[in-house]
């Protein structure tokens, strides 16, 4: 299995994470965990040599064409949009590398372009950032599978209506399959005779974003490129997988562990209340940012210490930030427990009043907590 990627450092504040990986050291380990014959082809810096040790001591081969410096991805938390060092646009653009093999997974770069010849071939471009087409550098392979997000799916085609998109897609690049990620609803798998099938996300504990679209892409590319499994059957691992990760950071992707994931409700048309202090500026920007993050997974947010027009706003769950509650607040999460309306809490701040007894689930983690709201609206909605 080759993988085409970058090796990026990556780092986080809260919760900390410091690790260089990038797409392609992050999928060459998920790869490796399933697949012997890993072969990495990408671009480093003198300062990233000790990464590619540590890959090649996971019995990972690899190839590093040289580049001008090491690239930093830096996020405040794992949702939060990441400050690239160097900026892109003073990022050396190095000379293309060229890959020939049967199954080949090929990522995006940010400092060049991979040219490759393969049997069967998946691409993922990771950017919408004007993303490029998989045969406009001049490759090519037998058969083909896109994987790419929603965002990237629109940008790449100028199509809004995701069916369509795909429809386009396996018309115009000659692709078999395209996989377009939804985010907490799953994935659609499209494929050149016609076939549409649904591929749900499944629950995790914790949830842990920095990298799982890179989990997802080595999963599916090993088990349909190099198994030869159906792209719905390779999906619906790579989505399991995705939640194992997401749990754990580690690669292990063990069969019987992955048959028990418990699949997620799309929540299509689900709504949440936010509730937590608005006093300081610390928490009016927990409560927009938690507002934005579940905007952005195609949930309707209210929040009455910010929008006054949430009044008389029925809910299908309420995530509640545990800081500075106002009485009006607590008074609402009351009406919310004696309805039996899912109530989440984030819990940081030790300092605060202890944990709500009304909350169905209580977590420390920024992430986790819009996750598991999000998911509790869906649920409520599935269920009507």
């Known amino acids: 299995m080759h993988i085409v990627g ?29 697949v012997s014959g890993v072969e990495l082809f990408t671009y480093a810096s003198s300062s990233d040599h000790s990464a590619l040790r540590m890959l090649e001591s996971e ?67 990771q950017t919408w950032h004007n993303p490029s087409l998989f045969e406009a550098n001049g490759s090519t392979a037998k058969e083909l599978a896109l994987v790419m997000n929603e965002l990237e799916a629109r940008r790449i085609t100028g199509i809004k209506e995701l069916d369509l998109a795909a429809q386009h897609l396996i018309q115009e ?75 754990t950071r580690a690669f292990e992707f ?42 952005e ?14 009044a008389g706003w029925v809910t299908d769950a309420t995530l509640v930030i545990n800081d500075g509650l106002s009485a009006e607040s607590l008074t609402r999460i009351a009406d919310d427990r004696a309805r039996s309306v899912p109530i989440i809490t984030l819990h940081e701040r030790t300092a605060a009043v202890g944990v709500l007894p009304a909350a169905r689930e209580t977590t420390n983690d920024f992430t986790t907590a819009i996750y598991l709201a999000a998911w509790a609206a869906g649920d409520a909605v599935a269920a009507r």
Request: hydrophobic residues 40%; glycine residues 10%; contains cysteine.
């Open 6 to 34: 970058g090796l990026y450092r990556e780092l986080c504040d809260v919760p900390f994470w410091d690790s260089t990986l990038g797409s392609g050291g992050r999928a060459s380990l998920a790869a490796k965990a399933l």
């Open 59 to 125: 019995g990972i081969i690899t190839h590093a064409s040289a580049r001008s410096s090491s690239i930093v991805f830096a996020y405040f938390h794992p949702l939060s949009s990441p400050h690239i060092e160097p900026p892109r646009a003073s990022i050396n653009l190095e000379n293309s590398i060229s890959v020939t093999g049967d199954a080949v997974l090929r990522f995006g770069f940010l400092e060049g372009d991979a040219r490759i010849t393969a049997h069967r071939a998946v691409y993922d471009p």
């Open 173 to 247: 690049q000659g692709a078999q399959v395209v996989v377009i990620k939804q985010g907490a609803r799953g994935a659609s798998v499209y494929d050149d005779v016609g076939n549409i099938s649904h591929v749900p996300a499944y629950r995790s504990s914790t949830v842990f974003k920095i990298g799982t679209g890179d989990i997802f892409s080595a999963v599916f590319a090993v088990h349909w490129a190099r198994g030869r499994l159906s792209p719905q059957q390779a999906a619906d691992l790579a989505s399991r997988s995705v939640s194992v990760y997401c749990d």
């Open 254 to 295: 063990d069969e019987s562990i992955l048959m028990r994931r418990q699949p997620v409700s799309s929540g299509i048309g689900s709504r949440v209340r936010l509730e937590g202090g608005v006093d300081s500026l610390g928490q009016r920007y927990t409560m927009e940012e938690a507002r934005f993050a579940l905007r």
């Open 297 to 310: 997974l195609g949930v309707d947010v209210a929040c009455p210490q910010i929008d006054s027009t949430s």
